[in-house]
């Protein structure tokens, strides 16, 4: 049986096609032969497309009008060679259609690069040491274990000065330092077999009592060496935080080779503050909270000094969320190590200079270290230097304006505003990082004392008297008139300073400002020719 007689059988037996007419053996029936009326009808009988178009009626396929196919009675299939296929005999095969082999999309060809002598590979960025990823993890991890969001509020000092005057209060932690953050964050990533060891440091400084405090807290046994000349008050105050201390040697030095010695010895892991990536991640979280807190900031001011970690970790922060914000680093005008790292292009390790280690313990224990040279050269804006006596006027200024006690390296970032240094903050909003407040009592005493002096508001002088009675009452009177505060009198008739028959008063007043303070000295030079004002 031919493909042509499948076909019309095909269409014959299919499903859908209307009834046909059935012929009987007499009758021929011819399949190209059409009866008047099927003519008829096939010239009315149209329907419309969607194309608006008309056509005849016939079947449709795949939704198109197609050609009605002709009829052909069973009976005429043996002029096609049907016999065959009616009776069974010839098998039939279901046909499929097949999609072809699935096209793989290569990738295009690269292009071919010549190389030659003058070709150089492109090289790749360098991965950033401290990346914005890693503080906002810390920021994140930091809170969950407790560290709360430290106060920056408007100050009082701002109409003193001329500028809006923002304080970052991180003084206010347990430890009252800023230190606590990159401890805390330091200590939370150690290995769970480090932790159970235990850690151990070997100087008396902020970072110190943050290790201490925060590894009882995390329950990681924690050991403190202290030099054997540390004051009884330090050393019970690193035992309340609950560390194990132990008094060895007699420098600070002798104190840290102990501690090394017991860390090989037992497994400790000897902490000192370095510039390692997770403490100043942990550290650059208060940059974030200082963006956060004080909106259309213009600079914020950080104390630097020594390892330099909070100044770097503090811009990198910033920079990040805003580099319009200027950043600016205050060192000691005595230890100004950042400023001649800069100067020679390098970190300068030791600096041969005497500064006052018990005023700027923390500021000068450390050497810069490489990583936050780097990042402070490339994202502080300015580095400047501030003397002693603006310090310690600092100081003063936040005792009485903010009922706050800090410790030198506290008030360093508001000495750089009242010292004059930075005249371009004028008209600004000003954030100003407070970061720590470490300071014993005596110090604190005896920096206040200094400070009044330097802000002409304690003054010393001495006067010859003569030696008759009513001669010091009348001294007395007239500083009592002047509304001046008497501390000290000291009368010495003996003295080989005093003129025969005379004798010499020496005395210690305090007054309420400088206007005061230049009263008083006019008053009483127009009345003792002998007035002398001693230094300050």
């Not at 014959?12 to 009808?41: A, C, K, M, V």
């Not at 950033?128 to 106060?151: H, M, N, V």
């Not at 300015?382 to 030198?408: C, G, P, W």
């Amino acid at each position: 049986m031919n493909f042509a007689a499948q076909f019309f059988y095909a269409n014959y037996t299919g499903e859908g096609t209307p009834p046909r007419r059935r012929y009987s053996d007499n009758e021929e029936y011819d399949p190209f032969w059409q009866s008047e009326e099927q003519r008829l009808s096939s010239t009315k009988k149209k329907h419309s497309t969607p194309d608006g178009q008309y056509h005849k009626d016939g079947p449709i396929a795949n939704g198109a009008v197609g050609r009605r196919p002709t009829l052909i009675c069973p009976e005429r299939l043996r002029d096609f060679g049907a016999e065959e296929y009616l009776n069974g005999d010839v098998k039939t095969f279901e046909t499929r259609v097949v999609g072809g082999p699935e096209v793989q999309l290569m990738a295009p060809p690269k292009p071919s690069v010549k190389r030659s002598k003058e070709y150089k590979p492109s090289a790749r960025p360098p991965v950033e040491y401290l990346r914005f990823e890693d503080i906002s993890t810390a920021t994140l991890k930091i809170q969950q274990a407790g560290i709360q969001k430290t106060p920056c509020t408007y100050s009082r000092l701002s109409k003193l000065y001329g500028m809006e005057i923002y304080l970052k209060k991180e003084h206010l932690h347990y430890t009252g330092s800023l230190k606590e953050r990159g401890v805390l964050y330091l200590l939370s990533t150690l290995k769970q077999d480090q932790q159970k060891k235990g850690v151990i440091v070997a100087t008396d400084c902020n970072f110190s009592m943050a290790v201490a405090y925060h590894a009882v807290e995390l329950r990681i046994p924690v050991f403190v060496i202290m030099p054997a000349y540390s004051s009884p008050p330090r050393l019970r105050m690193y035992r309340d935080y609950g560390a194990m201390v132990i008094s060895y040697g007699s420098t600070a030095r002798d104190s840290q080779n102990h501690a090394r010695h017991l860390a090989r010895e037992n497994g400790y892991l000897c902490l000192e503050e370095d510039d390692s990536a997770v403490y100043l991640a942990g550290l650059g979280t208060v940059g974030i909270e200082i963006y956060e807190q004080v909106p259309k900031l213009d600079a914020v001011i950080v104390p630097a000094g020594g390892q330099c970690a909070v100044l770097a970790a503090t811009a990198a922060a910033i920079k990040h969320l805003n580099p319009r914000i200027s950043v600016i680093g205050v060192e000691p005008e005595e230890f100004p190590l950042l400023l001649q790292s800069f100067k020679t292009d390098s970190p300068i390790k030791d600096l041969y200079c005497n500064p006052n280690r018990k005023l700027y313990g923390d500021l000068v224990q450390h050497s810069l270290g490489t990583h936050t040279f780097k990042l402070a050269k490339k994202l502080v804006d300015k580095v400047i230097s501030v003397r002693e006596e603006d310090s310690l006027v600092a100081m003063l200024r936040f005792q009485e304006y903010e009922h706050t006690t800090v410790d030198t390296e506290g008030a360093m970032g508001l000495a750089a505003i009242l010292a004059g240094q930075l005249p371009e903050l004028k008209g600004k909003r000003v954030a100003v990082l407070v970061s720590s407040a470490n300071m014993e009592l005596d110090l604190v005493r005896q920096c206040v004392d200094r400070a009044l002096v330097l802000d002409d508001r304690v003054s010393r002088f001495t006067v010859q008297l003569g030696d008759w009675p009513g001669d010091m009452a009348k001294l007395l009177d007239m500083l009592a008139r002047e509304d001046v505060r008497l501390l000290d009198v000291c009368h010495s008739r003996y003295s080989d300073k005093a003129e025969l028959f005379k004798a010499q008063v020496e005395c210690v007043v305090e007054t309420r400002d400088k206007t005061q303070n230049c009263q008083l000295r006019r008053t009483l030079s127009d009345r003792y020719p002998t007035l002398r004002w001693l230094d300050r």
